[in-house]
């Protein structure tokens, strides 16, 4: 299955959808949108992840990137991952530097 992105920015935060499968061939798209967002340096950047049904070593990689490109400052959400991302994502430590949240309310974060 092909992956999907949409992207949106309201105020300080970028939200980013991603579905499908985060890979070697697709990690570049999710990088790309991360950089067009990195240029209004949002303070929290929230990947919805509920219809992504598998990351690979790539598309960690491109997480951890996010939060190097952007900075210290930033907050990132990892919101609805599937349990098999969830597992990946705390396999690899990624869990100590990002949010792990089933739903994402932007008031409460």
Do not use: C, W
Request: proline share 2%; no cysteine.
């Amino acid at each position: 299955m092909a992956m999907t992105i949409n992207r949106t920015t309201s105020g300080d935060e970028a939200h980013i959808t991603v579905t499908g499968e985060l890979d070697g061939s697709s990690a570049p798209q999710l990088r790309d949108e991360i950089d067009e967002a990195a240029k209004d340096n949002p303070k929290k950047l929230v990947f919805f992840m509920k219809d992504l049904e598998y990351i690979a070593s790539a598309g960690i990689r491109v997480i951890v990137y996010a939060k190097q490109k952007i900075g210290t400052g930033l907050d990132i959400y990892v919101v609805g991952a599937q349990h098999q991302i969830l597992d990946t994502l705390q396999k690899t430590g990624v869990d100590r530097s990002v949010y792990l949240v089933d739903t994402y309310d932007a008031k409460n974060g």
